[in-house]
């Protein structure tokens, strides 16, 4: 094999680092946040409310700004289900896995949403139309089943009411 035909090594793609968007909306949430005792849980959920997520690219401002390392706060985005780390679908789709939804049919309803959809929890369904999350108590425990979808409250929910739904979605998205 002459060297002529040999690739050079690829070298792995750097993270382009935050948009101007991002960067403002971390730098916002950071000075809003920073001083606050056990700042880094909510600095997170004000990225995540302006931007949808938290960015890979962002961990490392609200490292440096808290004195903390990237790990540490990688850590506590990957453990708490709520934060997302990729954008979210056009809608966000939020079923409560709480005992009282899990026992007045909860579980008919993650496997309706999960077969419609055709994924699984923290993915986003084909086209970026919806993303399913599970949620763990939304604290409307007698309306049970509950959702929410796009922030509103929706509860004693039926497989019928749920297809409803889920329609609606795909002829609006």
């Known amino acids: 094999m002459s060297s002529a035909s040999l690739k050079p090594a690829t070298m792995p793609l750097q993270d382009p680092g935050p948009t101007p968007a991002e960067r403002a909306a971390v730098q916002a949430a950071i000075d809003a946040c920073r001083a606050l005792p056990g700042a880094l849980l909510p600095l ?7 931007l949808g997520y938290v960015p890979a690219s ?21 453990f708490y289900p709520h934060f997302r780390s990729a954008p979210p679908g056009r809608h966000v789709l939020q079923l409560c896995r ?4 899990q026992a007045m049919g909860g579980g008919a309803l ?20 919806v993303t399913l999350e599970p949620v763990y108590c939304l604290g409307n425990c007698a309306l049970s089943p509950a959702l929410l ?7 004693r929910v039926t497989p019928q009411r749920l297809s409803e739904l889920l329609d609606t979605l795909e002829t609006a998205s």
């Not at 709480?98 to 939804?101: I, K, L, N, P, T």
């Open 110 to 129: 993650e496997a309706l949403a999960r077969q419609r959809l055709g994924i699984d929890y923290h993915a986003t369904s084909a086209g970026g139309a």
């Open 44 to 50: 997170l959920h004000a990225v995540q409310d302006a």
């Open 58 to 78: 962002a961990l490392p401002l609200i490292a440096q700004a808290l004195n903390l390392s990237r790990a540490e706060v990688h850590g506590v985005v990957s």
């Open 149 to 155: 979808l796009d922030g509103e409250l929706v509860g």
């Open 98 to 101: 709480a005992e009282s939804c």
